[in-house]
RNA sequence: GGCGUGGUGGCCGAGUGGUUUAAGGCAGCGGUCUUGAAAACCGCCAAGGGGGAAACCCCUUCGUGAGUUCGAAUCUCACCCACGCCGCCA
């Protein structure tokens, strides 16, 4: 959530920042807002003054009780202006929930440094390894994986319907093993705090990340209970301190989790959906930090390069994309895109994001930090990358390291994760 | 799902209608003392919001919401959550 004060202070400030998203329902949302806060306000001074007042004759009241003084006249006139009271206390809360619906929706403010415009504007910020040449014609990796007998795309489709991928065999260990594999590097070399949190959460947490209320429809969601199956791990995670107060030596925390991810996609069948390319069920290491605000943009910077570190020990090419302001996420103030090329299908994949959210995640599920001891709370800011997201790796893992055979190298870091350096068709 | 118990500040915990502007303790911060530290003692110490140039003033909050009342942490109702036992179950 943006901060409102900073609307009041500099209406036109927030209003262009916003406007770099390309979205253009967002000023007249503004205009309703600054309203809104401002009838809000009015009203809150008026009846505060009221209630004062009353609070002064009801103690006068006690007095009196105690004093074996009369009071009725008293109570007559206190009656009124209770209900009074009351009436206008209802309004406020009307007011109140209409501004904080309105807020909800509005996006987080673009890093200043970032690039205008839509995705055609986002920068390639460097490139890391070489891409694979080769003397045959490079498959897919669902023409390898159904040769491999390790992807099963039909039977996930019989199952739940296209975009549930079946991994069997050599192809489970695989994504046991990439598990595996990721887990131990975040929590042995960057020292992340491994959690394994629920799968299934509350509309709290989801509002707390930015995902509701605008996105429910991407959300699969269980009725019954009023829940919903978690996006990401981000989810989950950044809410583990939601309400709650960390004290200052504690920050940065820094969590990794290893979950799956269940996605709708609703409304993008067609293109770019073959294989592993586009699902609605991947797994996905995830990786969150808790920071003080000072130290966030130095964070993002280190955060990234520990989603970068898993890419170059599976010796994947890969390029990192600052994404323009348009192509940027509701809640994210500045992301870097992770897209590590494959072969096969001649492409850049994304397989990380790895955002700062600001401010903004922990306003809207109020995580803050004390900055010294006695000091007053103030916000943390809040940071996640993918580390990495599994299915496009796995694809351009296949792709890259194929022969004409068919087999695939299974990249040295990796080998002893899955028990073989080497995938080979029966 | 059934029955029961309970939800109070960063934490623990007292509090059954008006000196509760929430006792007391722990933790934290400042001070006295000390070569330094500890102990002891003294003081400060919830969050959010509104107004104000500031000093400061005011409002709200005792799980959430509704109700009774001039007045609710306290009484009534509904809901949520936690714990215990029973039932079901990996």
Known sequence: MIDVKLLRQDPAGVRAALLRREDDTVAAALDEILALDRRWRDRVTETEQ????????TEEVAR???????TDE?????KASSDRVKALDAHIRELDEQLQRQ??????LPHASIPDGPAENNRTVRTWGSLPGFDFAPKPHWELGERLGILDLVRGAKLSGSGFPVFVGAGARLVRGLANFMLDLHTREHGYLEVAPPLVVNRTSLTGTGNLPKFEDDLYAVPREDLFLIPTAEVPVTNLHRDEILEGADLPRAFVAFTPCFRREAGAAGKDTRGLLRVHQFDKVELVRLTRPDDSEAEHQLLTGHAEAVLQRLELPYRVME?????TGFSASRTYDLEVWAAGVGAWLECSSASTFTDFQARRANIRFRPAPGARPEFVHTLNASGVAFARTIAALLENNQAADGSVRIPAALASY????????D
């Open 50 to 57: 009221l209630k004062a007042q009353r609070n002064a004759a």
């Open 64 to 70: 009196r009780k105690r004093a074996r003084e009369p």
């Open 74 to 78: 008293l109570l007559a006139s206190l």
């Open 103 to 108: 807020l909800l929706r509005i996006p987080n």
């Open 323 to 327: 994404l323009a302001a348009g192509d």
């Open 418 to 425: 899955v028990g073989t350096d080497r995938l080979a068709p």
